[in-house]
């Protein structure tokens, strides 16, 4: 009646076993390190740079516990933080030569301790938020005026394009400030335009009184303005999120406080100035015509000056390249860019997609530019770098476009990835910034651990004293709760915070309390003058109902919260939901497993250890504390 196969057991002990693999890199705790990556895209982190960063430390006589390479970005890690600091100072003079413009970011981490065996299998710690970890905190201000006037020129140069094809004719179409000049030559000219806006631009409008002495001006409609401004910082987010993502920052926390401020934390990073690094190394994409005059090649050779209405930008090889300052297209036209390879040549390429605006634009360019060279420049950190500089050989439409430059695989991934990224839609200026240090986050640690082993403690010591034998049974159950909890935590790589172990805390009393449910109810059997063999079998399945309702009910609202909550309430929400899924398995799987092992192949049980079994008045003893067949 109450035995489990073999197949039950077995199963029980391959979860014990995960879980005790998947927990254990939470105990080994984090070491201080130095981690190494690729200040641009056009710098690679390979065995090279590890084995420079290898030498200057020998050098130093600093011998770091591990030093490899992982991924992108060569880590060496250290038993103090004073050798992570001078090791900092060691690996920076040996790797970067100029200051201003580095090759290389130098920062300050923190790994995990975990034996290399552990890793291997994929057990890794949880993350840890901000209070828990440490890390660093930015208030983002986005200039809204330069989102604003950026808006303003792409407007005059879609105006310009329509008036050319309508065959309009005009004195020239200039962006002033945040509303666009039109310089017109007869009222024929001036009729056209304001049909135009009508039909083209609903975003715009004419300003009362400045269709005078051949001149029009317009401007950018209020309700658009404020369109404007909120998309603004909605990309900014987008592409903070997919630059911080994609370069490997766990869990970042990045949310919109207010009409034009943005919020973001970084836990584990102690190194501001790296983080300051990644929130900046969003790279733009600009296409350019290349100044194809006399002048500009001369300007190439470096024979003369860079020609007025063109700029100079070198190419990956240090090659000088002349462009015109009119940008055809930016990244703003980019809807997806991957890599791949060149069919005929198989050489490394990056595949664009353009927007049905873009893939017009670079139609029109092409087929009026054939045999010229069109420039494909990558802005990144404020400086323009020229990817390829290729000769338009027939009109390309359609919408997809392929670069190449002599690339390799890993260029070609990294300015993939760069241009998935995309381009800020606004500046903005860092005007709060602080650094929680590993310390306070180890203190907020300890307070938590040691709320939850404390209250766990005092559950188990009430628990046996209550119900004997099956409190050790129940408790045993509930330290497993607690080990699966933080082994799915670990596994699904989630970030813990702090109101995460008060979830946990709350898990435990969840767990418990469905085995109180079934002890109580086996008690009940015993009383109603059940066999102990049947009423431990009847008490787990009857009280299994109870115990499915009450927890699903708690799930709606843990599931509830997840769903509507945002930051630490989120946190919660997904430890509270995970520890009432755990605490099912370990509270009627598990603990029937234990009592089964235990009291299952005793075929003439006489009795069972769970605590004082109250009868009604006038039956037999009542006052034992070991529950009786009859």
């Known amino acids: 009646m109450n035995r489990y196969p073999v197949w039950k057991y077995a199963i029980l002990v391959v979860a014990l076993l995960v879980g005790v693999i998947y927990t254990l890199p939470n105990f080994f705790g984090e070491a201080p390190a130095v981690q190494v990556s690729s200040a641009k895209s056009s710098v690679k982190v390979d065995e ?6 290898e030498s200057a430390l020998q050098a130093a006589s600093l011998l770091p516990d591990i030093l490899s390479l992982e991924g992108t970005s060569v880590r060496a890690r250290f038993n103090t933080s004073e050798e992570q600091l001078k090791a900092k100072d060691v690996i920076e003079r040996a790797l970067i030569t100029d200051a201003s413009d580095p090759t290389y970011i130098v920062a300050l981490n923190l790994v995990s301790r975990s034996p290399q065996w552990l890793s291997a299998l994929g057990a890794n710690p949880m993350y840890l938020g901000l209070d828990l970890r440490g890390g660093v905190h930015f208030m983002l201000e986005v200039d809204m005026q330069a989102a604003l006037t950026k808006r303003a020129d792409s407007l005059a140069g879609d105006l310009r394009t329509m008036m050319r094809d309508k065959n309009i004719r005009h004195g020239g179409v200039n962006r002033d400030g945040q509303g666009i000049e039109i310089r017109l030559r007869d009222e024929a000219s001036v009729t056209a335009v304001r049909n135009l806006l009508a039909d083209q631009f609903p975003d715009l409008q004419v300003d009362a009184g400045n269709a005078t002495e051949g001149r029009m001006r317009v401007s950018i409609k209020p309700e658009s303005l404020r369109k404007v401004q909120d998309q603004a910082l909605k990309q900014n987010i987008t592409t903070l999120h997919n630059r911080i993502n994609e370069l490997g920052v766990a869990e970042p926390i990045i949310q919109q406080q207010g009409t034009d401020r943005i919020v973001v934390q970084l836990p584990g990073v102690q190194d501001t100035a790296k983080a300051k690094d990644i929130l900046g190394r969003t790279a733009t994409l600009e296409v350019r015509l290349v100044d194809e005059s006399t002048e500009g090649r001369a300007a190439e050779m470096g024979s003369a000056n860079v020609p007025f209405g063109s700029e100079r930008y070198l190419d990956r090889n240090g090659n000088a390249v002349i462009v015109k300052k009119q940008v055809v297209l930016t990244g703003e036209n980019l809807t997806d860019a991957q890599p791949g390879f060149d069919g005929q040549t198989q050489e490394p ?25 069109m420039a494909i420049i990558l802005f990144e950190k404020g400086k323009g770098e020229v990817v390829t500089a290729p000769v338009i050989r027939s009109e390309i439409g359609g919408g997809r476009v392929q670069i190449s430059g002599r690339m390799t695989t890993m260029e070609a991934n990294d300015t993939s990835l760069l241009l998935r990224a995309g ?13 929680i240090g590993p310390s306070l986050g180890a203190e907020n640690i300890d307070r938590g651990i040691n709320s939850v082993v404390w209250g766990f403690v005092a559950i188990v010591i009430f628990i046996c004293i209550y119900y004997h034998l099956f409190g050790v049974f129940s408790s045993i159950a509930l330290g497993v709760n607690v ?6 935590l670990s596994m699904l790589q989630a970030t813990l915070t702090l109101p995460g172990i008060a979830a946990m805390a709350l898990a435990i009393g969840v767990a418990i309390d469905s085995n109180v449910l079934i002890n109580e109810r086996i008690r009940e059997e015993l009383r109603a003058g059940l066999s102990p063999q049947a009423a431990i079998h009847a008490g787990y399945d009857r009280a299994w109902a109870t115990i499915l309702d009450s927890n699903l009910t708690t799930l709606i609202v843990g599931l509830a919260l997840l769903a509507f909550g945002s930051g630490a309430v989120r946190g919660f929400a997904v430890v509270h939901c995970i520890g009432i899924a755990t605490s099912m398995f370990s509270a009627v799987f598990f603990s029937r497993g234990l009592v089964n092992l235990w009291y299952g192949r005793q075929k003439k049980l006489k009795s069972v250890s769970i605590g004082t079994v109250w009868k009604p008045e006038g039956e037999a003893d009542s006052s034992t504390a070991v529950a009786k067949t009859k």
């Not at 893939?359 to 054939?370: G, L, M, P, S």
């Not at 080990?483 to 799915?488: D, E, H, P, S, T």
């Open 423 to 435: 381009s800020l839609a606004a500046p903005m200026e860092i005007i709060e910034e602080y650094t």
């Open 48 to 53: 090279g740079v590890l084995a420079r960063v």
């Open 483 to 488: 080990l699966l909890l933080m082994a799915v």
């Open 349 to 373: 390429t990056v595949n664009l997609v353009l927007d049905a605006k873009g893939a017009r634009i670079f139609k029109d360019i092409t087929r009026e530019n054939i045999n010229k060279r």
